[in-house]
C-alpha cells in the first residue's frame, strides 16, 4: 500500500518537473536563441552520433558482456535507444552551460527519437512492435507544448515571463528533489532483491561509456568545446540513468 502510493507520488512529481521546466525554459528564452546554435551543423551531428549509434551500441555490447538477465538487458536497450530527456535543459542549466543549444537539441532528439525507436527496436527485439504515435502524444503534451507556450509567453508578454520564470525554476527543482526521493523509496525493495554487484557494475560501464562519447569533440575549438562538454554529457547520461 505505501509503495503504491509512493508511486503514484513520483508519477506525481514527474509530470510537475517535466512541464514546470519547459515552461521554464520556454519563458527564458526566444524561439531565435533556440534555433541559432542548431546552425552548428557538426556539433548537432555529433550528439546525433552519439545518442542514436554510440549508446544503442554500448547497451547492447553491455548486455552481452555483463550476461545480464532478459529483463535487464531489454530496459537497457530501451534506455540505450531513447533521447531528448528533459533534464538535459535543466542539467545544462545548473552547469552554467549553453542552455540555447541544450534545449534546441533536446527538441531534435525527441523528434528523432519518435522516428528513430519505430524501426530501430523491432531489429534489436525481434517481436517487438513500437507505436510512434504513443511516442510522440506524451513528447508532444509533456515537452513540446509547454516549451511552446514558454517561448510565445516570452514573446508576447516578456514582463510576465520574467516574472513567473523564477517560480517556475523553483518548482521544478523542488519537483526533480521529490522525483529522485519517492522513485528511491518506492523501489527500494527492488534494489535489494537485484544483485547488487551486477547492477553496480552495469550502472558503472554505461556512465563511463556516456561520459567517454564526450571524448569524440576534443577536436571542436574552445568555445564549442565548453558547450559540448557541458550538454554532450548531460544528454548520454542522465535520461539513460
Known amino acids: 500500500m505505501l509503495m503504491e502510493l509512493l508511486s503514484k507520488a513520483a508519477t ?7 512541464v514546470s521546466s519547459m515552461l521554464a525554459m520556454g519563458a527564458g528564452l526566444t524561439a531565435t536563441q533556440i534555433a541559432e546554435p542548431l546552425g552548428n551543423v557538426r556539433l548537432v551531428a555529433l550528439a546525433l ?3 542514436f549509434v554510440f549508446m544503442p551500441i554500448c547497451a547492447l555490447a553491455l548486455e552481452k558482456v555483463l550476461w545480464l538477465d532478459e529483463s535487464f538487458g531489454v ?6 535507444c531513447a533521447a531528448g530527456a528533459p533534464f538535459l535543459p535543466k542539467l545544462a542549466e545548473l552547469a552554467k552551460g549553453n542552455l540555447a543549444f541544450a534545449v ?11 522516428g528513430y525507436l519505430p ?8 517481436g517487438v512492435t513500437v507505436n510512434p504515435w504513443e511516442i510522440a502524444r506524451s513528447l508532444l503534451v509533456l515537452m513540446l507544448l509547454p516549451l511552446c507556450i514558454g517561448v510565445v509567453l516570452k514573446a508576447r508578454y516578456e514582463n510576465v515571463a520574467t516574472r513567473v520564470k523564477p517560480v517556475l525554476d523553483w518548482l521544478s527543482n523542488v519537483s526533480l528533489i521529490l522525483l529522485i526521493c519517492l522513485i528511491t523509496a518506492a523501489n527500494i525493495t527492488k534494489f535489494y532483491k537485484c544483485s547488487v554487484h551486477e547492477q553496480s557494475l552495469r550502472g558503472c560501464c554505461l556512465s563511463h561509456s556516456a561520459l567517454g562519447s564526450v571524448g569524440c569533440s576534443a577536436d571542436l575549438t574552445r568555445e564549442q568545446s565548453e558547450s559540448w562538454h557541458s550538454v554532450r554529457a548531460n544528454a548520454t547520461l542522465p535520461q539513460r540513468l
Open 49 to 51: 552520433l552519439a545518442n
Open 75 to 80: 530496459g537497457l536497450l530501451l534506455l540505450g
Open 12 to 18: 506525481v512529481a514527474m509530470l510537475c518537473f517535466v
Open 119 to 126: 524501426i530501430v527496436l523491432p531489429v534489436l527485439l525481434p
Open 104 to 114: 534546441g537539441a533536446m527538441v531534435v532528439l525527441m523528434v528523432v527519437t519518435v
